[in-house]
């Protein structure tokens, strides 16, 4: 039978090491727990920081579209601007064209009017000969030449209306072409934010080892107090226990 004292050392042994390894286990539990709460916590807070970059995006993709559609109708309308411009040049141009022509029409028919009034004169007088043919001829002559200046004159004119004209439809291309690239790019849709990584909650300490902490605990105890019991002798005459050397 085991004496009293190595009974109490024992027990008191298994109590400590069972305390302990209890009191690490929790320790080792609480700081887990507060690991997994940490990442938790964190992964939380980079979905929002996330969803509020993608809602800044949003709203900067779709004021970039608006201003882009603005561009696009202020380019259109100066488009058409450039367009009324070049008719209302071109319509001056064909105008002026007009009046030159009409003013040589008259210019031609008064020639030829002044020649026949001529040649009337001269057939009027009575004379023949040659001196009176040549003089005939000499109006023919005449009107040939002014009728040819008029011709050259609208040739000429007809020359520098086309000119006119050209040089209008380039100053329209190369306004719309100034016009387009003042345009601003199209927006790029903007693509989503990386969701974070959800994190993975770390395990807790074992169970098992917590038992078999607690079993060493006992073994340990035991032990304990079978080597007190082997160092300590009773001695039935005085009833009190020593110390073996």
Known sequence: MCEPISATIGVLTAVGGGMTAIGQHQQQ???????????????????????????????AYEADIKATTAAKNAYYAQKSQNQAEANRAITSINQEQQEKRSTAAFQAQGNIAKAIKAQGAVLSSGKSGQSFLL????????????????????????RASGLAKEGVLLDQASANMTAWNNLPADPLSPSASFSPIKPIDMPGPSKLALAGNLVSSAVSGVGAGFSTYDSVGH??????????S
């Open 29 to 59: 539990a609480a700081m887990t727990s507060r690991s997994n709460a940490m990442a938790q916590q964190q992964y939380q807070q980079q979905l929002q920081i996330a969803a509020a970059q993608d809602q800044e995006k949003g709203r």
């Open 135 to 158: 003089q005939a001829m000499d109006y023919d002559r005449t009107l040939g030449f002014e009728q040819a200046q008029i011709e050259q004159t609208l040739y000429d004119a007809g």
């Open 235 to 244: 001695n039935p005459a005085t009833g009190k226990y020593r110390w073996n």
